[in-house]
């Protein structure tokens, strides 16, 4: 972040000018899927949302070496919709098509290679449809939200794998990798 500081003040100055649009469309993008949620049969843990931290957001800058980040860093703003059981995903995705217009959906479990295991969910990339329309919602018409999309297991693993990828693949010794990728099967197999 020191060299953002230093190189691009401007980047900075402009998040914290978006910042609390981000926080609107979060809070508006939670609310829609919680009051869509409550008309259905789905078995929810929770709905959660995020605008990413400048730390976060100047950090992916430099790892992603993005020179547009506006336009580059589709997920400033995040909502995760955690359901218990695999059996519901059909639904919860239904809503997300129902109630969004959709950009992109990819199936992070999907990306991984037939001998890999790891990060499980549902990400969308979402923006609000012209039903909702107001001043509440008009200037956060054309924003971006990412969305994602899984189960409690998923959600479990993804924290355990996240505090992971702090330490360098190399520091992890390679016993508790392997203990590591068994476990991570399990959990995307217990909940089918």
């Given at each position: 972040m020191n060299n953002l500081w230093k190189e691009n003040p401007e980047i900075i100055r402009r998040y914290y000018?978006?910042?609390?649009?981000?926080?609107?469309?979060?809070?508006?993008?939670?609310?829609?899927?919680?009051?869509?949620?409550?008309?259905?049969?789905?078995?929810?843990?929770?709905?959660?949302?995020?605008?990413?931290?400048?730390?976060?957001?100047?950090?992916?800058?430099?790892?992603?070496?993005?020179?547009?980040?506006?336009?580059?860093?589709?997920?400033?703003?995040?909502?995760?919709?955690?359901?218990?059981?695999?059996?519901?995903?059909?639904?919860?995705e239904k809503l997300i098509s129902r109630e969004f217009v959709i950009y992109e959906r990819v199936d992070k479990?999907?990306?991984?290679?037939?001998?890999?295991?790891?990060?499980?969910?549902?990400?969308?990339?979402?923006?609000?449809?012209?039903?909702?329309?107001?001043?509440?919602?008009?200037?956060?018409?054309?924003?971006?939200?990412?969305?994602?999309?899984?189960?409690?297991?998923?959600?479990?693993?993804?924290?355990?794998?996240?505090?992971?990828?702090?330490?360098?693949?190399?520091?992890?010794?390679?016993?508790?990798?392997?203990?590591?990728?068994?476990?991570?099967?399990l959990f995307e197999t217990a909940d089918d």
């Amino acid at each position: 972040m020191n060299n953002l500081w230093k190189e691009n003040p401007e980047i900075i100055r402009r998040y914290y000018e978006i910042h609390p649009t981000y926080s609107r469309l979060c809070d508006e993008v939670k609310y829609i899927i919680e009051k869509a949620i409550s008309k259905i049969d789905v078995e929810i843990s929770q709905v959660s949302s995020r605008v990413k931290t400048l730390n976060s957001f100047c950090e992916k800058i430099e790892r992603k070496r993005y020179d547009k980040p506006f336009e580059q860093i589709t997920d400033i703003s995040g909502v995760r919709i955690v359901y218990l059981y695999q059996s519901n995903r059909e639904r919860v995705e239904k809503l997300i098509s129902r109630e969004f217009v959709i950009y992109e959906r990819v199936d992070k479990a999907g990306v991984q290679s037939a001998n890999q295991f790891g990060y499980g969910a549902i990400h969308y990339l979402v923006s609000l449809k012209e039903q909702h329309a107001g001043a509440r919602y008009d200037d956060l018409k054309d924003i971006l939200c990412e969305v994602q999309v899984r189960t409690v297991l998923q959600d479990a693993w993804a924290i355990v794998a996240h505090h992971l990828s702090y330490k360098h693949e190399t520091d992890v010794p390679k016993e508790l990798n392997r203990k590591l990728n068994a476990l991570s099967a399990l959990f995307e197999t217990a909940d089918d």
